[in-house]
């Protein structure tokens, strides 16, 4: 067996796992995320039926994404920086952590520009951010802003809002977490184009996330295994 069989043997059965957890948890999409590791391993997903990936790397997610060509989608699961709007809105088929009216002006007009040079043809998917603590260093909105980010996602012409994103702080109560977070989706579930997403719970906790609502489990580690050594 080489190599590249063994690879693909191992993301096979983890991805049979976590498919069996999210079964027996209720049921919910899955995104692998797949930062750090590198195209190969995503050929491997798209070719076991996954359709999408998410990356935290600006960089690193255009470059994978231009590599495969199209064979599935790239979420972007990371902090954006406003600089960096318009090479997102270029390679991201949604954007889950849209948490500043600043950033919705950046991927607004981003997105406008991308359709314009035909980097794409349709308005860029996005999710506000909910951030349960305010730490700016995770990012996310705090509770009592995420209406008014739900208002300016669904005025932008060249955005659809499609629900909402979140991750526990690290010594927070995870259920309790999820649970304001479906709150918040349920309250700003009217703007929302089609049914609402809810992007909750990791490897760690996807059952506890799925309990409480989630729709969109992110999970990394237990499917592509620990992070490469660079």
């Given at each position: 067996?080489?190599?590249?069989?063994?690879?693909?043997?191992?993301?096979?059965?983890?991805?049979?796992?976590?498919?069996?957890?999210?079964?027996?948890?209720?049921?919910?999409?899955?995104?692998?995320?797949?930062?750090?590791?590198?195209?190969?391993?995503?050929?491997?997903?798209?070719?076991?039926?996954?359709?999408?990936?998410?990356?935290?790397?600006?960089?690193?997610?255009?470059?994978?994404?231009?590599?495969?060509?199209?064979?599935?989608?790239?979420?972007?699961?990371?902090?954006?920086?406003?600089?960096?709007?318009?090479?997102?809105?270029?390679?991201?088929?949604?954007?889950?952590?849209?948490?500043?009216?600043?950033?919705v002006t950046s991927l607004q007009r981003g997105a406008e520009l991308a359709i314009g040079r035909?980097?794409?043809?349709?308005?860029?998917?996005?999710?506000?951010?909910?951030?349960?603590?305010?730490?700016?260093?995770?990012?996310?909105?705090?509770?009592?802003?995420?209406?008014?980010?739900?208002?300016?996602?669904?005025?932008?012409?060249?955005?659809?809002?499609?629900?909402?994103?979140?991750?526990?702080?690290?010594?927070?109560?995870?259920?309790?977490?999820?649970?304001?977070?479906?709150?918040?989706?349920?309250?700003?579930?009217?703007?929302?184009?089609?049914?609402?997403?809810?992007?909750?719970?990791?490897?760690?906790?996807?059952?506890?996330?799925?309990?409480?609502?989630?729709?969109?489990?992110?999970?990394?580690?237990?499917?592509?295994?620990?992070?490469?050594?660079?």
């Amino acid at each position: 067996m080489t190599n590249d069989d063994a690879r693909a043997q191992e993301l096979a059965q983890a991805l049979r796992e976590v498919r069996q957890r999210i079964a027996v948890a209720g049921g919910a999409d899955l995104l692998p995320i797949t930062k750090f590791h590198p195209a190969a391993d995503i050929a491997l997903l798209a070719g076991f039926g996954v359709g999408a990936v998410g990356e935290n790397r600006e960089k690193e997610a255009r470059e994978k994404a231009a590599e495969l060509q199209g064979r599935l989608d790239f979420h972007m699961v990371g902090q954006v920086q406003t600089n960096k709007a318009n090479s997102v809105a270029r390679w991201a088929a949604a954007v889950h952590t849209v948490d500043s009216l600043r950033l919705v002006t950046s991927l607004q007009r981003g997105a406008e520009l991308a359709i314009g040079r035909g980097d794409r043809e349709d308005p860029l998917p996005v999710l506000v951010q909910f951030s349960a603590d305010g730490d700016p260093q995770r990012g996310g909105a705090v509770a009592a802003d995420i209406d008014a980010l739900a208002d300016a996602v669904a005025a932008a012409e060249h955005l659809e809002l499609r629900g909402l994103m979140t991750v526990p702080p690290i010594d927070a109560d995870a259920a309790e977490v999820f649970r304001e977070g479906r709150k918040l989706v349920d309250k700003i579930s009217d703007r929302v184009l089609g049914a609402p997403v809810y992007s909750a719970g990791m490897s760690q906790d996807l059952e506890i996330a799925i309990a409480e609502g989630s729709t969109l489990v992110r999970v990394g580690t237990d499917i592509m295994g620990p992070r490469p050594v660079i």
